[in-house]
């Protein structure tokens, strides 16, 4: 990300959501990069679970993908955008441990695959997005506890943590 676009990102960060989540702004350009073995979420990542442990209550992420405004395509049929998807939750399987609910559900739209507009109001379309949201939820809870471990995280703070998660959870449905 070049500086000015993370500095926007930092300055909308504060202004919009707070010091407890962290707004990503991820440009066209990287999404078409996609080098398939590092992770532009990476480094967020890391410095929500940083907070997490320093702070002791969740931070959450939410991602915005910048660049396709003049596309009349919708960001999950766009095959680059589904195949970034996939790529950083290979390598990032903790990622949505971190993200909002709303970025969490478009996480799960983007890795389903590109799929037209008729095709993602069918049952069998619904039921496989609800399937795979689900188990991104349990990989997020799975593996966040090694990234906040490797921050510091203690038992007790991995339960607190945890047990908000499940509230959380709970009140999206």
Same mark, same amino acid.
């Given at each position: 990300m070049n500086a000015l676009?993370? %500095?926007e990102a930092e300055r909308i960060n504060v202004s919009i959501k707070g010091p407890d989540s962290i707004l990503i702004i991820v440009p066209r350009e990287e999404i078409e990069a996609n080098p398939p073995t590092k992770s532009y979420l990476e480094v967020f990542v890391d410095r929500a679970a940083e907070t997490v442990?320093?702070? !002791?209550?969740p931070c959450t992420i939410e991602i915005i993908i910048d660049g396709y405004n003049r596309d009349s395509r919708e960001l999950y049929e766009i095959p680059e955008v589904c195949?970034?998807?996939?790529?950083?939750? !290979? $390598?990032l399987p903790g $990622?949505? %441990?971190f993200l909002t609910d709303d970025s !969490? $559900? !478009?996480f799960c739209g983007w890795l389903c695959g590109s799929v037209t507009k008729d095709e993602i109001v069918t049952d069998s379309f619904l039921e496989k997005l609800d399937e795979l949201r689900m188990r991104f939820i349990?990989?997020?809870v799975y593996h966040s506890e090694s990234i906040l471990r490797d921050k510091g995280a203690d038992e007790s703070l991995l339960k607190e943590i945890y047990l908000k998660q499940i509230a959380r959870a709970k009140e999206a449905k």
């Open positions: 676009k993370q %500095f442990v320093k702070e !002791r209550k195949e970034w998807a996939r790529k950083e939750y !290979r $390598l $990622l949505s %441990f !969490r $559900l !478009r349990v990989d997020g």
